[in-house]
């Protein structure tokens, strides 16, 4: 069975304070894909990212960066000088290598980001 | 690219009847889509998957009767609460599938209902 936990369910920081949003999943697949999605206030999930299992490289795209781990299991994703508009909730989430658009999504159960001015 | 609608975003309807909910991939076809529900303040759960042309498949415990879901067309899936009761309040948000080399699942905005 699949599983993905968000340990941290609050995290407040004040704008322009680096944060990081951990990740941590389980499955018997050898291959897979996992993804972050931000749920702003408005209610609507905005994909953020997803990481193929087999490319360990890192990814930075702006202020946003992800460090994949396979050898712990985790997924984590910072966010460099946060701002307001970073203010969310942040899903971490896991399905099978291929089925990104046809499989289950496992969702973790979110880590609420508050980013004070 | 990759857009996801819904309609209606927000429903106030009373106990007793029918809400319909449509969810459109507005540029891409999507062979599946997925429904699901938020309570506040928790994650999403899935109620069903949605296929074009094909029968939905519920998840456990979820009320097949109750939650009509139809997927007429690669951008087109719809989900109607019958006899809606208050217990039926709550956020439900579909995705829809883009293949190929995205693979991801592209979120709509989401419908609030509420049952009085």
Redesign the interface.
Known sequence: AQKVTQAQTEISVVEKEDVTLDCVYETRDTTY?L?W?KQPP??????LI?RNSFDEQNEISGRYSWNFQKSTSSFNFTITASQVVDSAVY?CALSAF?????S??T????I?LSVRP | G?VVSQHPSRVICKSGTSVKIECRSLDFQ???M?WYRQFP????M?MA?SNEGSKATYEQGVEKDKFLINHASLTLSTLTVTSAHPEDSS?Y?C?A????V?????????T?LTVL
């Open positions: 894909y993804f999605y408005s209610g609507e999930l905005v994909f997803r899903f291929g089925g990104g658009a046809n289950k999504l969702f973790g159960k979110g609420t | 990759a999507a062979t599946t997925f303040k928790q994650s999403l899935l998957t956020f948000i995705s599938g883009l293949a190929g995205s693979d991801t699942q592209y979120f709509g905005p989401g609030r």
